[in-house]
């Protein structure tokens, strides 16, 4: 993909719709009583592996459109699932599977095969569960297991991790507790309890006790995670975009805050609050200032900060991120894979065993090409970087985009 520089990239339209949610909702509803319709579903590959793994446990969902209709399984399927490139998948199946009386073994591509799963097995097995794993990762196969709840002090803020032991819990005897040290994204507990689960949260720990969800319609709103790159393309043109109904949760607006501190002017209107918080949320260019990313926020947009890093290119002085060893463990090594692109549109940037530090001199010369290495958000970061750039840049690897933002091309372009 070749992008061209643009000035003032103005725009009024909706994003792609929620990944995260998309997931849950599909693989909540279909392990649920009932029948539920989930609308403006996400169809990007990471979903369609959600909804291929759903139907081989026995499920039944079709999808008309951004549409898709789910009857639970009353009992799962032995089953050998493929969950493509999704990490969300599998730790969240790994730990929905491992009460369910069924044997099922969870694989995926190239870039799944290299991604940690001890971090969710542990706590599994801790409460009674089979699950073996391939020198801690996938494949893995869960087995059927008697579990029981425990409290799980986790070592790291991942909503993945937290979701798993939640999901587990739901299928245990006792009560579950998980204790964060910072607040991830909560969407797992907001439809749990939306479904009449028996869940609670009381600030950084979620109490869940054996419970048979019912099914729920969900509208899933926009992806804020990807809304985010519509943002930076209008703060580092000199532009401004309104993008509507996306999703506000504040468990996923750190970018928000982020923009505003660096000068951005942003504005929400149209506010509401139902099972999540949505909104139009407004952002116009202004003189850039660096920042600085610690890890109390990094939960919060650790999505963004591949996208934030090329940001802080379009500042004046020096921005860094810490805090954020998370990266290194996406679906690319993201620290390593961000500058390796920034670098190569000319940026001043340097990795850290945490994160980054990115030397902004106000804008990018542009020129290079970039190789997304299989991540969507690499692919996604390098068309922003770019666009305010004198020169632009070509974009290796440009399709994976489409894993979490279908049509990106056809907006950023």
């Known amino acids: ?80 699932l493929d969950a493509g490139n999704s990490g969300t998948t599998t730790r969240l199946l790994t730990g929905l599977l491992a009460g369910k009386n069924v044997t099922a073994t969870l694989d995926g591509d190239d870039s799944l095969r290299t991604r940690p799963m001890k971090r969710v097995t542990e706590p599994l097995s801790a409460m009674g569960a089979i699950v073996t794993t391939t020198d801690g990762k996938v494949p893995l ?52 309890k939306a479904m009449g689960a028996d869940i609670a949260q009381d600030g950084l720990t979620v109490t869940v006790r054996r419970s048979e969800p019912k099914a729920v319609d969900v509208r899933v709103p926009g992806d804020i995670s990807s809304a985010a790159f519509l943002l930076g393309a209008a703060v580092v043109t000199g532009g401004s975009v309104t993008v509507i109904n996306v999703g506000l949760n504040p468990t996923r607006t750190g970018i928000v805050e982020v923009l505003r501190a660096m000068g ?54 020096t921005s860094v991120i810490s805090g954020a060893e998370e990266l290194k463990v996406k679906e690319s090594d993201r620290i390593a894979t961000t500058v390796e692109a920034l670098t190569a549109l000319g940026a001043d940037v340097e990795p850290t065993e945490d994160g980054m530090i990115i030397h902004g001199h106000g804008g990018l010369k542009g020129g290079g090409t970039t190789n997304a290495r299989g991540d969507h958000r690499i692919a996604m970061t390098s068309a922003v970087a770019a666009l305010g750039s004198e020169l632009g840049c070509d974009i290796d690897g440009a399709e994976t985009a489409s894993i979490s933002y279908p049509g990106f091309w056809e907006v950023i372009c």
């Not at 609050?273 to 949505?278: G, H, R, S, W, Y």
């Not at 949320?281 to 600085?292: G, Q």
């Not at 990313?293 to 940001?311: F, G, N, Q, R």
Request: proline letters at 5%; charged letters at 20%; aromatic letters at 4%.
């Open 1 to 80: 993909m070749h992008i061209r520089p643009l000035k003032n990239f103005d725009r009024v339209l909706e994003t792609a719709p929620d990944k995260s949610i998309t997931h849950r909702a599909v693989m909540f509803n279909a392990f649920a009583r009932g029948e539920a319709t989930v609308t403006n579903a996400l169809l990007g590959g990471d979903c369609k592996s959600t909804i291929a793994c759903m139907r081989a446990l026995g499920a039944e969902i079709t999808v008309d459109g951004s549409t898709v209709k789910v009857k639970g399984a009353t009992v799962f399927k032995d089953a050998t």
């Open 141 to 192: 196969t869960v087995r059927p297991a008697v579990l029981h709840g425990i409290d799980y002090v986790m070592p790291m803020a991942s909503a993945q991790v937290k979701s798993a032991v939640i999901l587990a819990g739901i299928n245990a005897d006792g009560v579950t507790r998980v204790t964060e040290p910072a607040l991830s994204r909560n969407h797992t507990e907001l439809m749990l």
């Open 264 to 317: 951005a002017k942003i504005t929400i209107d149209n506010y509401s609050d139902e099972v999540e918080p949505i909104g139009d949320l407004t952002v116009k260019s202004a003189p850039l200032r660096p920042f600085k990313i610690t890890k109390e926020i990094v939960p919060s947009l650790i999505d963004e900060l591949p996208l934030l890093a090329a940001i802080a290119c379009y500042a004046n002085g």
